[in-house]
């Protein structure tokens, strides 16, 4: 339970590799809008994981829908709630919002990017029947693969071989459609450098198992976004090296995300984005979101223990794997994907009750807030057999409902009120300058 | 018509038909909570696979276990599972679909006791060059996991005695179905649906020799009713018999129908091939898709457009499960594919229970408006 006898008061420090983040945040979508004219094919990738898959092919821009749905909802909330607006007016209501978003933002007569091709990577099924939805919509060639999502113990050799001969089968399509060769040299550097960001983000959450926890999610929300889109290339792990030496460095020396630290929670599934200072409103009390399913399980690279924890996997030089060619590269992926991510464990409850009501031991937690995201269906998917299994082990627990993607969906001030509360039933009081 | 009450008296009644069954035999029971489970394979190995269907009735029960937000099929499953609707059966299956049943599936594993839940992950991109090595390996891991269970191997004899009858099983309510295409049909929709849905909870060997009599019976009676408004119904299950009789109460018949609890259920057959369990996973990747088993490229529309002209259906009534996202994909498509062809349609939302007036209105405007397309 939270110590409220003492306000103690941690360091705290501005991260070094904020500015570093938001460039690289600020350069994809600038290359995003610009693709066109810089002679780019505009790749929409409907996925969590696995860009890199995509890497062999210079020639392609990869859109990651969900990612420049935040950006929209950040910078142009009234585009961001027109394409909404459009894309139910069309008759898609109450479904996957993050993934059918394009429908609405091409649509727009103020769209900024528009996808010349699309690609699936299937882990949940709004995934690829929104890819299928917006290529009708626009005619554009489309091409799902399909992740086996399925824990460690249900994996069979032949669901590797699947996942593998579908990459393959994927490269071919992808040459076809582009007219152009997959330039295999840059498919094995960009599943290395996956690996090592994914690998390289595990690291940096394990690292919030410190008390004070260095990073609090808000921040992490914003650090994480290379992890996606620009998951393969050679400056994003620059950034992610230097990221986890600082996160190392504050947890050395005892710098805090939040001075005040002295309750710890988890949030699960996505936050609202219109909203995300949602994830601060904690701080006036000492609380801090310091991990959650909306940040660990996807894109990190943990394997899960068979009794539900989560350690960070090792890079595939600490394995002693080297790509040479294409198949080493999409075996590789294959085996990120299938043996090295929560996220094949989460799609069923079982596994997914044992990660949460594990982690939340490793990183110390007091409480846990859940999300019943009216815009993902996937990450809440569940939930309520882990509240029940968290009640039997005393951590208390709030559910919320909201929406990750559409502000008009709730209204702010009584998510606030009900935040607090959960704050106030914890014990906690807002704490005095 | 003796055969049609039964079936009536079966769907009405359906857990003492099991529980007969169970008592009778003194073999085992599986509950199945989707039509994409090789129910062939568990026939062959002396097991009744049983659908797990909602009680529509109001309920809180599963409320803890699911969110609200989620299909309410997929949360009136789970609640006859937590009320011990189900007892007599031996264990569950399900094979994926969607995230919504799979929560179902995986609440009552951990709340109601059975000796043997099985999940078989039935992989959605049917359409893929490689799928097949892939749901035959998952069709052997069931066999595996059921003799294991059972303690007895299941025998290619089984496999093709299981084969054989449910192959009569679906060529049966094929020449049914085939019946209504006649205007008017011999039989009713609410008929016709009983007849479906009685063989989701029947041994398949009964409900044969209860279709030869309806057959039977059914050739050369008087038609179940006069020639009226011909409809088609969508969706994914509907087994919501007061829906059903109130869309035809007001003066229709449903003479076909795209429902998993309905042709989807039964249309093609297992083509014999030397490796039975290639064979079955065969006709199982071919069948009339869900929407989530439809990608890349659509099958499921040609053959909805194909059956709503080949039963000359005048208008089409889409029910939705509230929530239901694999399926809110496909409808604005759909509808916009039947507008085209000149066939007018509905959407209904559906809940665990539907409030009759709301719908009565709906009803009788879209018959107002085929009326109008008719005469126009």
């Known amino acids: ?433 | 018509m003796q055969a049609i009450e039964k079936f009536h008296e079966v769907v009405n009644d359906r857990h003492r038909y099991g529980e007969e069954w169970k008592q009778r035999t003194g073999k085992r029971m599986l509950g199945c909570l989707c039509s994409y489970v090789p129910e062939e394979i568990m026939y062959a190995a002396g097991i009744l696979p049983v659908r797990i269907l909602g009680g529509h009735q109001p309920q809180t029960i599963s409320e803890r276990h699911m969110f609200s937000t989620y299909c309410p099929h997929s949360r009136d499953c789970l609640a006859q599972g937590l009320e011990g609707k189900y007892e007599y059966l031996d264990g569950i299956v399900h094979a994926h679909t969607c995230m919504h049943i799979r929560q179902a599936y995986n609440s009552w594993q951990l709340h109601v006791p059975t000796s043997f839940s099985y999940y078989l992950p039935m992989p959605p991109h049917l359409q893929s060059p490689h799928v097949k090595t892939v749901v035959v390996g998952e069709f052997a891991e069931f066999k595996r996991a059921l003799e294991n269970w059972t303690g007895e191997p299941i025998s290619d004899q089984a496999l093709d005695m299981a084969i054989d009858i449910y192959n009569t099983n679906r060529q049966l309510l094929r020449k049914v179905y085939e019946l209504r295409k006649s205007n008017p049909s011999p039989i009713s929709g609410v008929a016709a649906t009983e007849m479906v849905l009685a063989s989701l909870f029947m041994d398949k060997k009964e409900h044969n020799a209860l279709l030869l009599q309806a057959l039977a019976e059914l050739e050369g009676s008087k038609p179940a009713l006069a020639a009226k408004p011909r409809l088609m119904i969508l969706g994914s299950e509907n087994d919501d018999m007061q829906l059903i009789s109130l869309i035809e109460e007001l003066g229709t018949s449903i003479v076909i129908d795209d429902l998993c609890t309905g042709s989807r259920y039964f249309w093609n057959e297992v083509v014999p091939e030397p490796d039975r369990l290639t064979a079955i996973a065969a006709r199982y990747i071919n069948r009339p898709p869900c929407p989530l088993k439809d990608s890349l490229e659509r099958r499921r529309f040609p053959h909805i457009l194909k059956l709503a002209k080949d039963w000359q259906v005048s208008g089409v009534v889409i029910g939705h499960q509230k929530f239901c996202d694999p399926h809110g994909y496909d409808i604005p498509e759909i509808q916009t594919m039947l507008t085209k062809n000149g066939i007018p349609n509905l959407v209904l939302e559906l809940d665990v229970t539907v409030a009759p007036g709301p719908v009565r209105t709906r009803i009788e405007a879209f018959l107002e408006m085929l009326e109008y397309a008719a005469v126009s």
């Open chain 1, 1 to 433: 339970m939270a110590n409220h006898t003492a306000v103690q008061k941690y360091p705290t420090k501005p991260l070094d590799s904020w500015q570093k983040a938001k460039d690289i945040r600020t350069n994809h979508l600038s290359d995003l809008v610009n693709a066109k004219e810089r002679g780019k094919k505009v790749l929409l990738v409907n996925a969590e994981n696995g860009f890199s898959l995509w890497s062999g092919f210079p020639s392609c821009q990869v859109y990651w829908p969900i990612g420049y749905t935040q950006e929209l909802i950040l910078r142009d909330p009234d585009h961001s709630r027109e394409a909404f607006e459009d894309m139910e007016a069309m008759g898609y209501r109450d479904i996957c919002w993050w993934t059918m978003a394009p429908l609405g933002e091409m649509s727009h007569r103020r769209a900024k990017v528009k996808a010349d091709i699309i690609v699936t990577h299937h882990v949940c099924e709004p995934m690829v029947k929104s890819s299928q939805v917006i290529a009708t919509h626009f005619g554009i060639p489309t091409f799902p693969v399909d992740f086996p999502r399925l824990p460690l113990e249900q994996l069979k050799p032949f669901h590797f071989d699947y996942l593998v001969n579908q990459f393959h089968e994927a490269m071919e399509w992808m040459e076809k459609v582009t007219g152009t060769k997959c330039d295999d040299e840059a498919l094995c550097r960009g599943v290395r450098n996956e690996w090592e960001v994914d690998v390289l983000l595990a690291r940096i959450l394990e690292l919030n198992k410190a008390t004070p926890a260095p990073l609090d999610m808000k921040m992490f929300a914003a650090l994480e976004f290379p992890a996606w889109p620009e998951s393969f290339k050679d400056n994003t792990v620059q950034y992610f090296r230097a990221l986890y030496d600082e996160v190392k460095y504050r947890v050395a020396n005892g710098i805090a995300a939040v001075a005040t630290e002295r309750c710890r929670l988890f949030h699960e599934a996505a936050p609202p984005f219109p909203y995300l200072n949602l994830l601060k409103a904690g701080h006036k009390y000492g609380a801090v979101f310091v991990g959650g399913s909306g940040f660990m399980i996807f894109p990190p690279a943990f394997v899960v223990g068979e009794d539900g924890s989560l350690t960070a996997a090792k890079t595939l030089e600490e394995q002693g794997i080297q790509l040479r060619t294409r198949d080493d590269a999409l075996r590789a992926l294959a085996k990120l994907y299938l043996y090295n991510s929560p996220q094949c464990s989460w799609m069923s409850i079982l596994p997914r009750a044992k990660i949460v009501s594990r982690a939340v031991q490793d990183w110390h937690v007091d409480g846990d807030v859940i999300h019943i995201d009216h815009g993902c269906q996937g990450m809440p998917a569940g939930m309520s057999e882990v509240q029940l299994e968290l009640k039997e082990m005393g951590i208390p627990t709030m559910a919320y409902e909201a929406h990750s993607v559409d502000g008009r969906g709730y209204n702010e001030s009584q998510l606030l009120d009900s935040f607090e509360s959960f704050f106030e039933n914890l014990g906690l009081s807002v704490i005095e300058d």
